[in-house]
């Protein structure tokens, strides 16, 4: 038996377990993963010229400082099933069954697939799978890879991609189809585009944006106008009035077939064209996963900006559901650094509201870390994050879920 | 072996002395490097179907990479559904992939006589 | 194209078999998955789970969620399975 147990040991579940474990809580972190750090591991931006976010050094450093306040980390070890007994929270794993007083939930987000004819070969992969594979594992996905859907994760990503020496033909909308809607139309990608014009390094697009701020007569021209070769963002080509319809190879990927599109979408017959590549990653964002929390009493609300289903929660991390914290991406898709900031909200607000320990303004003084992350984040994954945050956070209690 | 392994980068710090070590799948021997896993390991080695689909026989491999969809989970030293991508290589560890699987209550493939 | 679209890897069930049968029977999340397997396969859905509820939300009148969740929430051996339903 611990005081808390933690499930997930990335930016959330790392700073948690620090503010839990130096204010004399027992601390056990649970994660499948082969490292700690979570979708940190991957992360790589630079911030400012010559200032990057190195999420496998930041990972180091909250691991050593975990450790240095006793928390137990077990890796490699998969959870199953939780459930609330009396007193306690018993956790299923692969390697046997913990009990803790506390539970927090911090497993981060799962990537959302783009559906697309020859998707299951060998050498499609989303493109955080290439994103662990080069940062994590040092490998290469491939010698030549493709990106199918434009945003902020792929963009981010495409630039590691790049440091790594690998070449990729550009980035492409997937085809349109029931599933991809709006990843497949040129004008809501543009205008999704536009929206990510905060984005320091892609000095067109600031551009573009505080031009178009959505007016949708330039936006049409910009479409109208945009060059057949692509735009450039740090070497790859940008393609938004292309789109891959599908993915060939006999026993792994050899080549795509992608096709001109018009202004509305629909395609140009006879435009298709063949390109050899030895990968294809797939983009469609990040949503919540919430499969632990679909085992406890607690309810899940939609919300858009968030990223989709997220736990009902306060903003300091605590459920309705007693003794039951959440953390970090599952409750909304947002940057590591804001995830970080969550997580010692929620290390200190299980303290305080599980073990009686004294709210000082501690747990106060974190909550508006967290704000303050969230306003100066570089990498915003929805225009409407804040929003979203308040819709949740000012009507407990008086909205209805469903 | 690919040229695939990273051995030097801008910003990230690559460990250079990484020991190597064997392992075999489906009965081949192959080298990895100390850290590598199962998934990433095949990689270097040129080997991206890392099982084939039960019913269709169709290859299929790594996909997410975290652990979350299972698409490369083969059999380790006799324990099936381990998954590659989070599984790490150890020395002389035998790695099996899944084989398409008879079907034989399927109409179109059914044997008769 | 939506004939060549898997949605479900696991079981290589179509975008056009689910949209077809939701549209067919008017029926539930649950019972597409019945009826086409999607979902079912080894991964238990943790790839196309959403997709799956957003073709039935838009194929039929059935509107409310019913992939819910079950432990376990990933595959297990047997033996595991045993201890996780025994408690």
């Known amino acids: 038996m611990v005081d808390l147990l933690i499930i997930g040991a990335g930016p959330a579940g790392l700073a948690a377990s620090i ?54 980390l077990l890796l490699e070890t998969s959870v199953y099933k939780i459930q609330q007994e009396d ?15 506390a539970l927090l939930i911090a497993t981060g987000a799962t990537e959302q697939s783009l559906p697309l004819p020859g998707w299951t070969l060998p050498g499609v992969m989303s493109i955080g799978a290439a994103q662990v594979m080069t940062n994590v594992r040092h490998v290469k996905p491939g010698e030549k890879g493709i990106i199918i859907g434009l945003n902020a994760l792929s963009f981010a990503i495409s630039r590691e991609l790049r440091l790594c020496n690998i070449d990729l033909e550009g980035f492409f909308l997937p085809p349109d189809h029931f599933l991809t809607t709006d990843q497949a139309k040129p004008l809501s990608v543009l205008n999704n585009l536009m929206t990510l014009s905060h ?123 007693t003794d039951l914290y959440v953390a970090g991406n599952i409750t909304g898709i947002e940057s590591a650094k804001v995830a970080r900031a969550q997580g010692v909200v929620a290390g200190i607000s299980a303290c305080i509201h599980s073990f009686n320990l004294r709210n000082d303004d501690a747990l106060e003084i974190a909550m508006e870390k967290v704000r303050k992350e969230r306003a100066e984040a570089k990498l915003q994954f929805h225009p409407e994050i804040e929003k979203g945050r308040t819709l949740l956070y000012s009507e407990k209690g008086e909205v209805q879920y469903g | 072996m690919n040229n695939f392994r990273i051995t030097d980068h801008p910003i990230l710090k690559i460990p ?37 689909h039960e019913e269709s026989g169709q290859p299929r491999g790594l996909y997410c990479n975290i652990g979350h969809c299972f698409e490369c989970r083969v059999t380790v030293n006799e324990r099936e559904g381990q998954r590659s991508c989070i599984t790490k290589v150890s020395n002389g560890m035998d790695v099996q992939s899944s084989k398409k699987l008879p079907t034989p209550f399927k109409k179109e493939e059914a044997q008769y006589g | 194209m939506t004939k060549d679209v898997i949605v479900c890897r696991c079981e290589g069930t179509t975008l056009e078999e689910i949209a077809t049968i939701a549209a067919e029977y008017q029926c539930s999340a649950r019972e597409v998955k019945l009826r086409t397997r999607a979902g079912m396969g080894y991964c238990g859905g943790r790839t196309c789970r959403g997709f799956i509820d957003y073709i039935v939300s838009h194929h039929s009148n059935h509107q409310e969620l019913t992939l819910h969740h079950r432990p376990p929430v990933r595959p297990i051996p047997f033996a595991l399975f045993r201890e996780v339903n025994d408690e």
């Open chain 1, 199 to 321: 984005l320091a390094p892609m000095n067109w697009m600031r551009l573009g944006g505080k031009i178009a701020n959505n007016n949708r007569w330039i936006q049409k021209q910009t479409l109208s106008f945009y060059p057949k070769r692509g735009i450039n963002i740090w070497q790859t080509p940008v393609h938004v009035r292309k789109a891959v319809t599908s993915i060939n190879g006999s026993t792994q990927v050899e080549s795509v077939t992608v096709v001109d599109l018009r202004a509305d979408g629909t395609m140009i017959e006879g435009s298709e064209e063949n390109l050899e590549v030895d990968f294809v990653c797939i983009s469609g964002g990040l949503a919540p996963l919430t499969e632990l929390i679909g085992l406890t009493d607690l309810k899940l609300i939609a919300i858009e900006s968030l990223g989709g289903y997220v736990p009902v929660h306060f903003e300091d991390m605590r459920t309705e559901v």
């Open chain 2, 16 to 52: 250079s002395s990484r020991s190597v070590i064997s392992f075999t799948f489906n009965g081949v021997n192959y080298n990895a490097l100390d850290g590598d896993t199962i998934a990433s390991a095949l990689l270097v080695n040129g080997i991206r179907a890392i099982r084939e």
């Open chain 1, 19 to 72: 503010e839990a474990a130096s204010r004399n809580l027992s601390v056990t972190i649970i994660d499948e993963f082969t490292t700690p750090g979570g979708r940190l591991l991957g992360q790589l931006h630079e911030e400012e010229k010559d200032v990057w976010w190195n999420g496998v050094e930041e990972a180091h450093t909250l691991h050593e400082k975990a450790q240095e306040n006793g928390v137990e």
């Open chain 1, 87 to 101: 007193v306690y929270w018993s956790t299923h794993t692969s390697a046997g069954i913990y009990h803790s007083k």
